[in-house]
T-cell receptor, first 112, second 110 residues
Framework: AAGVIQSPRHLIKEKRETATLKCYPI?????VYWYQQGPGQDPQFLIS???????DKGSIPDRFSAQQFSDYHSELNMSSLELGDSALYFC???????????FGPGTRLLVL | QKEVEQNSGPLSVPEGAIASLNCTYS??????FFWYRQYSGKSPELIMS??SNGDKEDGRFTAQLNKASQYVSLLIRDSQPSDSATYLC??????????WGAGTKLIIKP
């Protein structure tokens, strides 16, 4: 079965630009999580969605927004990009009632 | 203080030996614990999950949980060079998000 798909895999942006990251969960998975991992750091939870509704919010800046669509894919929109936003962004999906989160390959964002 | 604490390492272990990775957590009500392996630049990969006190074995890996001491560990037997990676301990939060430790870098020396 196909795993979690993220696109794009790599993205280079200038400061103050915007970026959109996409996540396609595993088939039938209804919950999506977004994590940000800076260089040499542990992942930080940003936001999660269950059945197209935001279920929890972590350390997500106000410049970022996200949503989950009717087909359960999710998009993370990032505006007014800063140098410090350069990181790996992981999406994970899970099925309601199951503990395990399955991670996508990540999107590496570089802000210049 | 981080909610999940790990020694950042690096932990160097000879090939064929047992690697022991440790993790402590601060929230006493935590119920679900996970060990992920992460190669540089790659996404975390689930190694083990554990929910009950005691040991859980899966192949060369054994997870140990002690809720009274708020301690979870991962043992890797017969360590291989391919086990060299960063091992992340994670605890499930109240809304199912994962709360991560800083990770322990493990180096298996041939």
């Amino acid at each position: 079965a196909a795993g979690v798909i993220q696109s794009p895999r790599h993205l280079i942006k200038e400061k103050r630009e915007t970026a959109t990251l996409k996540c396609y969960p595993i088939s039938r998975h209804d919950t999506v999580y977004w994590y940000q991992q800076g260089p040499g750091q542990d992942p930080q939870f940003l936001i999660s969605f269950y059945e197209k509704m935001q279920s929890d919010k972590g350390s997500i800046p106000d410049r970022f927004s996200a949503q989950q669509f009717s087909d359960y894919h999710s998009e993370l929109n990032m505006s007014s990009l800063e140098l410090g936003d350069s990181a790996l962004y992981f999406c994970a999906s899970s099925l309601t009632g199951e503990e395990t989160q399955y991670f996508g390959p990540g999107t590496r964002l570089l802000v210049l | 203080q981080k909610e999940v604490e790990q020694n950042s390492g690096p932990l160097s272990v000879p090939e064929g030996a047992i690697a022991s990775l440790n993790c402590t957590y601060s929230d006493r009500v935590s119920q679900s614990f996970f060990w992920y392996r992460q190669y540089s630049g790659k996404s975390p990969e689930l190694i083990m999950s554990i929910y009950s006190n005691g040991d859980k074995e899966d192949g060369r890996f054994t997870a140990q949980l002690n809720k009274a001491s708020q301690y979870v560990s991962l043992l890797i037997r017969d360590s291989q060079p391919s086990d060299s990676a960063t091992y992340l301990c994670a605890v499930r939060g109240s809304n199912y998000q994962l709360i991560w430790g800083a990770g322990t870098k493990l180096i298996i020396k041939p």
